[in-house]
């Protein structure tokens, strides 16, 4: 147990010790956490619209005011001279074409249905999905509002509507979405790169060969190593937190302290990973390729950018060993949805083992001898 | 001199695929001997060295280390051995007084005992100036002899030296030198490999290894008698030779 201590000393020495290693832990991730969390948005926001009017009737240009009135569509004229359309979009000048035909507004009067088209550009299948629902809603409304002008005149027509509310994130902030979520993988990268390198470095630099030839047992290395790591992990938490809370004011409806227990056994169980790689890599290079293996994948998996719900069955059982998966789920409920323990009881669960086996590999793999 | 056996191996073999870098040595060291260990660069010293500090599992023989089995009780080995390497292996980034508390504290030494070790090494080896100033700025003379200080923290029986004067000027070699007889002379047993063949000299026994295998072992004095030679030099030199010709006779 002291030899623990003294292990634990010498590492927070290194550390603090190190004029590069320091600011890279602190002020890196803050610098991303800002830059990601207010840049990669999902968000559609402007969507290029070009009407093509055959009508150019009263009815027409009411529609084409309604659909340039949307804060979210930007109306694109098109030239004079050519009434090709497509060739705009083939352009990418404009990301949907809608047709008024001839007769618009004569077909409604005569409840002849008259049809509009809409000719979506799908390369970028958010971007057309989201945009073509943005102007359907404008068309129907519209409807809606004609038909109510309309039947004034003869009987009433009863209308469904749907009014819909954004619960845990009213306002629909993808700041608050994307912060929370990116605070806990900076989190988990940043600990399991650390202690990958951190352990092959001594192997680089034969420090871990005297190590190796006192009586110091497996674990007590692996834990000497781990601990400071941890502290290291959520101290970087806590400061991602701040600034997180001065930058976006992300709501903390949830314990935070939950958070950070949770946290503490996921850095536990990244951190036994990054042990164990740096068990089979000989130099830093081996161990950066590993590790930036396992991140990749995490990173794509973890449901930070593409929802896990929405992934096929397989994928989403794939994130089960995926420690950064359960660490965003948890942020996300805990922060946004003031979840409780019994609420991500799961992800707890999974975290735990996931950091029993890790760690319990790293001592089992790692070598006194060479 | 009391003749109790501190080493003792028997045909130890390290294989690498075919290769076998050491190749079935036979030795014993008794208490309070310096022990040489010559043979030129890829000649098995550090491979031998490896496998007696447990660093190494040899493919097979036998061996006893302060009286334990090589292979079952390598961890009891480690509480009574020092073990420097050639490689300059304390921590730069530490002072030397950091270094000392640590690998004091890995060996579990107490407290008290780490700050009586850390004041007396610094005053021995002259280095209270530089005593919080990290390793890397203080000269490699300092610095191995530094090392060796930190091996014999935990009065170890047995200090392996993994040709600990590699790149030092003549006078800290002569100092270091001095520091390994007076452990000698507390009773200490010093097993040391080199490749200088004045330092052969120092020892009290010397073996020296061609190619895998022991191709002598005796005092200074009865190896030059036996080549009828004026130094280890020479000896070396012909030994290298002798084993260059049957080799090149058996490729034949």
């Keep these: 147990m002291k030899r623990l201590i003294f292990l634990i000393e010498k590492e927070f020495m290194q550390i603090f010790r190190n004029r590069t290693i320091l600011p890279m832990m602190t002020i890196l991730p803050i610098i991303q956490l800002l830059l990601l969390s207010s840049a990669a948005s999902n968000q559609v926001k402007e969507v290029r619209i070009s009407i093509d009017d055959r009508d150019k009737s009263l009815f027409s240009y009411e529609l084409i005011a309604k659909i340039d009135a949307t804060k979210r569509l930007i109306v694109k004229p098109l030239p004079l001279k050519s009434n090709d359309a497509m060739l705009a979009m083939q352009n990418d000048e404009t990301d949907i074409i809608l047709k008024i035909p001839k007769g618009f507004q004569k077909d409604f009067y005569r409840s002849d249905r008259p049809e509009l088209q809409m000719l979506v550009n799908a390369i970028n299948g958010q971007q057309a999905t989201v945009g073509a629902s943005y102007v359907t809603t404008v068309i129907q409304n519209f409807n809606r509002n004609k038909l109510k002008q309309t039947s004034a005149l003869t009987s009433p027509i009863p209308i469904f509507t749907i009014k819909d509310r954004s619960w845990y994130n009213p306002e629909l902030k993808y700041t608050h979405f994307m912060a929370t979520g990116i605070l806990a993988e900076l989190t988990a990268l940043l600990t399991i790169i650390l202690s990958a390198m951190n352990v092959v470095r001594e192997r680089e630099l034969g420090t871990i060969e005297q190590i190796n030839v006192t009586p110091i047992k497996k674990w007590q290395f692996i834990l000497g190593k781990l601990i400071p790591f941890l502290c290291i992990g959520m101290g970087l938490l806590t400061l991602g937190l701040i600034a997180a809370k001065i930058a976006f004011n992300i709501p903390m409806v949830g314990s935070v302290s939950l958070l950070f227990l949770y946290a503490f056994f996921n850095i536990v169980a990244v951190l036994g990973l990054g042990f164990l790689i740096s068990n089979f890599a000989e130099t830093q290079q081996q161990a950066i390729f590993v590790a930036f293996f396992f991140v990749m994948i995490f990173i794509l998996m973890c449901g930070l950018f593409t929802p896990i719900d929405s992934m096929p069955k397989w994928a989403q059982y794939a994130t089960i060993p995926n420690p950064l998966a359960h660490f965003i789920s948890v942020s996300r409920k805990v922060l946004l949805k003031g979840s409780g323990l019994y609420d991500i009881k799961w992800e707890f669960i999974y975290t735990i083992i996931l950091a029993f086996i890790f760690n319990f590999l790293a001592v089992r793999t790692y070598k006194k001898t060479i | ?252």
């Excluded at chain 2, 031998?48 to 023989?61: E, V």
């Excluded at chain 2, 730069?92 to 700050?115: A, H, M, V």
């Excluded at chain 2, 000698?184 to 330092?199: L, P, Q, R």
């Excluded at chain 2, 009290?204 to 036996?226: C, E, F, N, Y």
């Design chain 2, 1 to 252: 001199m009391s003749r109790e056996i501190v080493i003792k191996t028997d045909a130890l073999t390290k294989k690498f695929g075919d290769f076998a870098a050491v190749d079935e040595i036979s030795f014993e060291v008794t208490k309070g001997e310096i022990f040489g260990f010559l043979g030129a660069n890829g000649a098995g010293k550090t491979t031998a060295i490896k496998m007696l500090i447990g660093l190494s599992r040899p493919t097979s023989g036998e061996a006893t280390v302060a009286g334990y089995d090589l292979y079952k009780e390598t961890e009891r080995i480690k509480k009574r051995i020092g073990y420097m390497s050639q490689k300059f292996s304390l921590y730069n980034d530490l002072t030397p007084q950091e270094n000392i508390k640590f690998f004091g504290g890995i060996y579990s030494l107490s407290r008290k005992s780490i700050k009586e070790k850390t004041q007396e090494i610094l005053e021995k080896l002259d280095l209270v100036d530089v005593a919080n100033t990290p390793v890397s700025t203080i000269p490699l003379g300092w610095k191995q002899r530094l090392a060796f200080a930190v091996a014999t923290l935990h009065d170890p029986e047995i200090v392996f030296l993994d040709e600990p004067t590699g790149g030092v000027d003549p006078m800290v070699r002569r100092q270091f030198w001095e520091t390994i007889y007076e452990a000698s002379d507390n009773g200490k047993t010093i097993f040391v490999t080199t490749h200088y063949m004045d330092e052969a000299e120092y020892c009290h026994r010397i073996s020296i290894m061609v190619a895998g295998k022991i191709a002598a072992l005796d005092t200074p004095d009865s190896l030059k008698k036996q080549f009828e030679v004026e130094s280890m030099d020479e000896v070396f030199v012909k030994l290298v030779r002798r084993n260059e010709n049957t080799t090149s006779k058996i490729s034949k």
